[in-house]
């Protein structure tokens, strides 16, 4: 476990008052602080390493400090954090408390642990001392944070298997409709002597191939859909993450499935047909 020490930079997600460093009330005999700032903040401000700026905890910028950036990074980005565009600024833990005027107060500690299977035991022995905190482990906190998440991802499926059977209901009116104006043909070729067997297989196969034709045709329309989605929203939110994406997990069941009904609805078709008699089929 890594020593927590005075100097350790926290994340800081302030709404704070930013001006050139021009502004006012400050006292100019004090020290710079130093600052970093991620991607999507130092862009929103203009700002780039190197940059002095006035920082204060008061949007009257009562007690301002001076500050340089001296880094800009790209955190990692999470879905709940791209709509709200927070302000994101790392100070030193000394700054930090000297610019709020609350010494010896944080929001949240961070602990990185060298081993990760630890983590269990020192949230429950951190919980069990009792100290006015709460203490999670990483996986705690996604499942926590994830929550809204799971529950879209679920209304999600439920709108994917209800698409998929009426897809398949119409897959199977579809198929007895195209072979209902190819019965007389079929009762041709059973009148010659080709077997049931045969049919049913040429059906199935006919079934499967545009069940596949189908599949390959709306996952290329769904590429294209997604990658307007990402071209539109990403600028739109200033953030890397793609809002929609063809995993291919999702492609291969997509695949699957489709298969699975043309099978089915060929099969169902291909039992209507050879009910019927071959001359019944060709009309006499």
């Known amino acids: 476990m890594q020593v927590l020490r005075p100097r350790l930079i926290l ?20 020290p710079l602080l130093e600052i970093g700032l991620s991607r999507r903040t130092a862009e929103r401000l203009g700002l780039s390493v190197g940059d002095v700026i006035e920082v204060s905890a008061d949007p009257s910028m ?21 709509a709200r565009g927070d302000l994101v600024i790392r100070f030193h833990l000394p700054d930090l408390q000297s610019l709020l005027q609350q010494p010896d107060t944080v929001d949240r500690i961070v602990v990185r642990l060298r081993d990760s299977t630890q983590a269990s035991w020192l949230r429950d022995d951190l919980n069990a001392l009792g100290r006015g905190y709460d203490a999670y482990t990483a996986a705690d906190l996604a499942r926590i944070t994830s929550r809204t998440f799971r529950v879209i991802t679920r ?15 119409f897959l199977i009116t579809i198929m007895a409709l195209k072979f209902t104006e190819m019965r007389k043909e079929i009762g041709a070729l059973r009148i010659v002597g080709i077997g049931k067997g045969t049919i049913a297989l040429m059906v ?6 545009a069940a596949i034709a189908g599949t390959a045709v709306g996952l290329a329309l769904g590429a294209v859909l997604a990658l307007g989605i990402n071209a539109y929203y990403q600028p739109l939110f200033n953030t890397h993450l793609r809002f929609a994406v063809i995993t291919p997990q999702a492609l291969w069941t997509v695949a ?21 008699h071959p001359l019944e089929q060709v009309g006499r």
């Open 11 to 30: 994340l800081a997600v302030l709404a704070l008052s930013l001006v050139p460093a021009a502004t006012a009330g400050r006292s100019p005999d004090q």
């Open 204 to 209: 199935l196969g006919i079934a499967a191939g």
């Open 155 to 169: 209304f999600h499926r439920a709108i994917a298997l209800i698409t998929l059977l009426a897809s398949g209901i």
């Open 62 to 82: 009562a007690q301002s400090r001076r500050a340089r950036v001296t880094m800009v990074w790209s955190p990692p980005e999470h879905p709940a954090d791209v």
């Open 256 to 276: 699957a499935l489709a298969v699975l009904l043309g099978l089915a609805a060929g099969a169902v078709v291909s039992v209507r047909l050879l009910r019927q």
